[in-house]
């Protein structure tokens, strides 16, 4: 079974810093691009970022872009996102997402997690 | 940024009635060289996390009902379904992933009247 579990989120104070985690399983990891997004309560969804299989590119939202930085490591099926510099806005519920195809960078997400909640409040 | 823009905010629809979501995004997410529509459907239930329902615009996710189509090209696209069941309701999102920042809808309530 395809599967992706998060893991890290945590309540943490503005200015603060964060690593959330998502192991993957039932599928070639390192074949897949896999995405962050993430949905503050009771709105919609925000992309935030991306990563290739290979590791090699990543891109970012605005929002996110010099704070936040996503990784991978592939010999562990697991998909990191170092998150620094906390904001009250970055209060969220966040999911790691797998890309549906392999040959291309941008695909839409397939399997998500169930997602871990950062809360950024003094 | 690509914006994209979902209309109704949130509609009602009587079981076994047509449900129809619009979504428009700010410049084409049809990539010329494969003729593809990077643009995605999803539902997502209370307390539950987002469900991949149609990809490349019109293209249905294994395991989804047939109920659900998904069409359009450029610009503008639809979400259908086409007989409401009870299970239906929830947000849906469409979603593209033409070009980074990667961009949602603001996306639509679907509730039983």
């Known amino acids: 079974e395809v599967q992706l579990v998060e893991s890290g989120g945590v309540v943490v104070q503005p200015g603060g810093s964060l690593r959330l985690s998502c192991t993957a399983s039932g599928f070639t990891f390192d074949d897949y691009t896999m995405h962050w997004v993430r949905q503050a309560p009771g709105k919609g969804l925000e992309w935030v970022s991306l990563i290739s299989g290979d590791g090699g590119s990543a891109f970012y939202a605005d929002s996110v872009r010099g704070r936040f930085t996503i990784s991978r490591d592939n010999s562990k099926n697991s998909l990191y996102l170092q998150m620094n510099s906390l904001r009250t806005e970055d209060t969220a519920l966040y999911y790691c997402a797998k890309a549906i195809g392999i040959t291309l960078l941008y695909y839409a997400m397939d399997v998500w997690g169930q997602g871990t909640t950062v809360t950024v409040s003094s | 940024d690509i914006v994209m823009t979902q209309s109704p905010d949130s509609l009602a629809v009587s079981l076994g009635e047509r449900a129809t979501i619009n979504c428009k995004s700010s410049?084409?997410?049809?990539?010329?060289?494969?003729?593809?529509?990077?643009l995605a459907w999803y539902q997502q239930k209370p307390r539950q996390p987002p469900k991949l329902l149609i990809y490349?615009?019109?293209t249905r996710e294994s395991g989804v009902p047939d109920r659900f189509s998904g069409s359009g090209s450029g610009t503008d696209f639809t979400l259908t379904i086409s007989s409401l069941q009870a299970e239906d309701v929830a947000v849906y999102y469409c979603h593209q992933y033409y070009s980074t920042p990667l961009t949602f809808g603001g996306g639509t309530k679907v509730e039983i009247k």
């Open positions: 490349w615009a019109s």
């Open positions: 410049q084409s997410v049809l990539y010329s060289s494969n003729n593809r529509n990077y």
